[in-house]
């Protein structure tokens, strides 16, 4: 591993320790390694610079060396960074003195804030597994969920040379229980002075105003990596689209990277590409069928309310399937299962869809229920009535039961 030191790239290795008997403030020459350490030829390698530190009694020396092999090796005094005399060369007496590779926080402090460009981490790992690591480390054996790790703070001054974190990076524990560990990630920033999280990741999800990924009332924005998203304001619009330069698309619908329509705007006119109203349906009592209905299956609304304790819908209704001609009571055709069970079904009310449809049809045609459970037939007049279902979009001059492309009126 290499850092870069006051323009100096230093090779830090582990383990490396010797002793020197050598006198006064010139290079060092090294005795060789003691037991269960290596040498600094051996571990940084001749040639390489290192950060250093000697010592002996109450007298010490750090700073960064130059490493010669030989005979006997050496360590050049390239920098004093730090020492007992003043931090100038330490002028040593006869004795053996210990002699090692470190790096010790008052290096690195003294690195990073006495208007030094930065501290760099250099890996040499070819296969390139893994890079420079840098590691915090909070050693507890009382860790609980909430518990503050480790943090990183980004300060510099404000206008009257306070000292000031303007942004910080913390880990929280969200769950320590083995081996289901939950982590916290907080990003925080000052805002009108103060010191706050703005945005977190937890849960599988990016949160920003909220520290909970929850549906309820708490303000904020919510990304999980499934691709949902969540925005709960209060007193505001919840999102804003806004198209710069010319007409064109503002969202775009698609289902597996399709297109299945669009919202647009063109001048002042919001259009709705593709469009499909429709509402949720539950089954009435004694109406339920054996399986789910063909697409374009005409429903009825019938008295029962709709069914939903959690979020009540009392604007909707149980639907049945259709069975006797011009039934006032048509509500719109079935279109699909909703993947929430408890929510029921989608029935397609308004827009363009499929309806089942008998008997011949032309383009223009109004449809109603027939006495065919399910299906629609033509409505003999052209007056828009209670019964009438929708108008057909494209005749295709057949006779048999078939889905027919329509336009629905009667959501």
């Known amino acids: 591993m290499t ?78 960074l730090k020492s007992s005399n003043s931090d100038n060369a330490v002028n040593w007496t006869a ?8 790096a010790p926080a008052a290096l690195l402090d003294q690195y990073v804030t006495n208007g030094q460009d930065g501290l760099e981490l250099v890996s040499t790992d070819a296969g390139a597994t893994q890079g420079p690591l840098f590691s915090l480390y909070r050693n507890s054996d009382t860790a609980i969920a909430n518990d503050v790790g480790p943090a990183l703070t980004l300060d510099a001054n404000n206008d009257a040379g306070e000292r000031v974190t303007y942004a910080r990076l913390r880990q929280i524990i969200a769950d320590a229980s083995e081996d289901s560990e939950d982590g916290v990630l907080s990003f925080d920033a000052v805002t009108g002075g103060t010191l706050a999280e703005i945005m977190r990741l937890r849960d599988s999800a990016l949160l920003i105003g909220k520290t909970l990924g929850t549906l309820g009332a ?7 990596v499934t691709g949902a998203a969540r925005h709960t304001v209060d007193g505001s619009s919840v999102m804003i689209v806004n198209r710069l330069t010319d007409d064109g698309g503002l969202i775009l619908l698609q289902q597996a990277g399709a297109t299945e329509g669009t919202i647009s705007v063109s001048g002042n006119t919001i259009a709705y590409g593709t469009f499909t109203g429709e509402h949720w349906g539950q089954w009435a009592s004694g109406a339920v069928p054996t399986e789910d209905p063909p697409l374009g299956t005409v ?17 909707l209704c149980k639907v049945a399937i259709s069975s006797k001609a011009a039934d006032k009571r048509v509500y719109g055709v079935w279109g699909a299962p909703q993947k929430d069970e408890d929510t029921g079904f989608h029935v397609y009310a308004l827009g363009t869809t499929l309806v089942r449809v008998i008997g011949p049809v032309e383009g223009g045609d109004l449809l109603q229920t027939s006495d065919i459970p399910g299906v629609a037939e033509r409505q003999p007049d052209d007056l828009v009535r209670a019964c009438t279902l929708g108008k057909v979009s494209r005749g295709d001059g057949r006779t048999d039961e078939r889905l027919v492309a329509a336009v629905l009126y009667s959501g």
């Open 299 to 315: 429903l009825i609304t019938t008295d029962e309310e709709y069914e939903r304790p959690e979020s009540p819908k009392p604007q």
């Open 3 to 80: 850092v870069t030191v006051n323009g100096h790239v230093c090779v830090l290795a582990d383990g490396v320790k010797e002793t020197t008997q050598t006198t006064g403030t010139g290079t060092y020459e090294l005795d060789g390694a003691l037991a269960g350490s290596v040498s600094f030829v051996t571990g940084v390698g001749g040639g390489n610079k290192t950060l250093y530190r000697a010592q002996s009694g109450t007298s010490w020396e750090i700073g960064v060396g130059t490493v010669a092999a030989g005979s006997p090796p050496t360590l050049a005094r390239t920098e004093i």
């Open 95 to 102: 004795g053996a003195k210990d002699i090692f590779v470190t």
């Open 218 to 224: 708490t303000v904020g924005h919510e990304l999980t």
